[in-house]
Each structure stands twice: as C-alpha cells, then as structure tokens.
T-cell receptor
C-alpha cells in the first residue's frame, strides 16, 4: 500500500516567516492533494497536483510536485496566524496501469502554529 | 452551494450501544467516502461509494461497521456494539466522480464520536 510521510510533524513559526512542509511517498504519486484542517473541523481542500514538476499557488501558499512524482512540498510565504492548523497530504493509490481508485491515503499531518 | 454536511456533530454513547452517523454529500456528487480520524492512527479510509457500483468496503475495521447510501445521495455509517476504540472523528467526503481520473474530495465537518 502507498504510505505518505510528512515532515516536520509540527512546526512553530513567528508571524511573517516562511515555512515548508514536505510529503514523501513510497510509490509514484498519481494525484497528490493538500488539505488544511482546523481543530474540530473538516478538511479544507487547498490544491491538487498531478504532473511531475507541477507547481500551483493560491494566495501565499505554493505546492510543488517533484519530477519523479514521489515528493511534494507546501510552502507558505509570510505566514499569518490564520495559516495555523494541521496540514495533510493525501494521495490516491493506483494499479500498475495507472488507474486510480479514489480513496485517499493520508500522511500523519503537520501541526502548524503561527505566533503573532 | 452547500457543502458536505454531517450529523450529529458530536455523539457520546455507552459501550455496546449502536450508533448511526449521517452524511449529506454535495448535490450531484456521485462518489461518497467515509474516513476515520483518531489519535495515533491519523486519517483512515473506511468505505467508498461510486454511483450504483458495489461499495469498496476494504477499509472497514470490523463487521460491526456498515454503511449504506440511499438513492445515490445520503449515506449512513452504522457502528454496532460500539467499543471505546471506536472513539474518533468520522469524516465524510464527496466528489463529482471517481475511479477513472483524479478528482477532488470535499470533506464535511465530521462527527466526533466518544464511546464511554
């Protein structure tokens, strides 16, 4: 089965600082999703990456998928307290033919704290 | 439009009782997923419904867990004879389609289940 490892497990930064969260897969990623979760709430979709080398940005958050499609990074520029939460990467398992099966496997999450 | 909704938001029950958790997916979404999030286990896939196909039950932890999806819309996750280890947040997600291509899953706020 596909396993996703996130690092760091937790991160504490001062407001205004940049930060990066990594997600590494044991297998080639077919679709890589980034979600954010606030305590006691559901997951908020951030971005989905599919192609090797792909990069997407939304406001101050940028996500990249490496060329080999086994590692993704999430970068936040000039962090704000509103960025605090748990960031989760998720991926779909695929068969040898590259067909995905919808259900997601998630990393353990990265807890981000941003001090004002 | 409305997102995925779940009810109840919180459920406290006694060990051995049965519980039902409800999920209303986004209108028009044909795929529906149940996940469980607990300390130490992270976010785990439970079951997946896609259209009229037989559900993928590969993530259900025991035969005490079952789920139905009526009319291709609302889903109910039932846990019989609850155990303390069933305590977790149960998250539901839906997507427009799945199994043939990557697509984004949108999550509900979850139901926090506590088994005393």
């Amino acid at each position: 089965s596909q396993e996703l490892e996130q690092s760091p497990q937790s991160l504490i930064v001062q407001e205004g600082k940049n930060l990066t969260i990594n997600c590494t897969s044991s297998k080639t990623l077919y679709g890589l999703y980034w979600y954010k979760q606030k305590y006691g709430e559901g997951l908020i979709f951030l971005m989905m990456l599919q192609k090797g080398g792909e990069e997407k940005s939304h406001e101050k958050i940028t996500a990249k998928l490496d060329e080999k499609k086994q590692q993704s990074s999430l970068h936040i520029t000039a962090s704000q307290p509103s960025h605090a939460g748990i960031y989760l990467c998720g991926a779909e398992p695929t068969d040898a033919g590259g067909t995905s099966y919808g259900k997601l496997t998630f990393g353990q999450g990265t807890i981000l704290t941003v001090h004002p | 439009g409305a997102g995925v909704s779940q009810s109840p938001s919180n459920k406290v029950t006694e060990k051995g009782k049965d519980v039902e958790l409800r999920c209303d997916p986004i209108s028009g979404h044909t795929a529906l997923y149940w996940y469980r999030q607990s300390l130490g286990q992270g976010l785990e896939f439970l079951i997946y419904f896609q259209g009229n196909s037989a559900p993928d039950k590969s993530g259900l932890p025991s035969d005490r867990f079952s789920a139905e999806r009526t009319g291709g819309s609302v889903s109910t996750l039932t846990i019989q004879r609850t155990q303390q280890e069933d305590s977790a947040v149960y998250l539901c997600a839906s997507s427009p389609f799945s199994g043939t291509d990557t697509d984004t899953q949108y999550f509900g706020p979850g139901t926090r289940l506590t088994v005393l």
